[in-house]
């Protein structure tokens, strides 16, 4: 993931590297696969980028949202969470094919999505929060 659209692909388990096809200038943060088809990318100036063929090809998702957006994380096939900044919380329940923001009013310090069932958030007054 990186600058202006650019991340490699492996189609090896990593023992050989290439430059995936640019579909982007934008900044490329974050990216999870619900299964070995269907993926997704987010990244700066509100991307959020689809696959449904393993990373063959992206398409926009085309969202109005304001701010980056940081990380994504499938929760299961169907659901999925994206977190950016100024508090943002996008949820989709379609695979990523649409999205629902919650206004969440809390400043996100970082993600923790390696357990699917808890990640800690700190509100601006810095009490931590536990949230799903």
């Known amino acids: 993931m990186g600058m202006k659209g650019t ?5 090896d388990m990593g023992q ?4 995936q096809e640019k579909f982007t200038d ?8 619900a299964n070995e088809d269907v ?11 689809r696959t449904e063929n393993g990373g063959d090809s992206w398409t926009d ?6 701010g980056g957006l940081n990380h994504v994380k499938f929760i299961n096939e169907d659901n999925a969470i994206i977190v950016g900044s100024r508090g943002t919380i996008l ?3 379609d695979s990523g094919e649409s ?4 206004d969440s009013k809390i400043y996100f310090v ?3 999505f390696h357990r699917k069932d808890f990640s800690i958030c700190l509100p601006p007054e810095g009490f931590p929060m536990p949230s799903m």
């Open 7 to 11: 991340f490699l692909r492996s189609d």
């Open 16 to 19: 050989s590297w290439y430059v």
């Open 26 to 33: 934008n900044y490329l943060k974050s990216i999870d696969f």
């Open 39 to 49: 993926g997704l990318i987010v990244g700066g100036s509100n991307s959020i980028f």
């Open 61 to 66: 998702v085309g969202i109005e949202q304001s």
């Open 91 to 93: 949820v989709s329940t």
């Open 99 to 102: 999205w629902s923001k919650i």
């Open 110 to 112: 970082g993600q923790d």
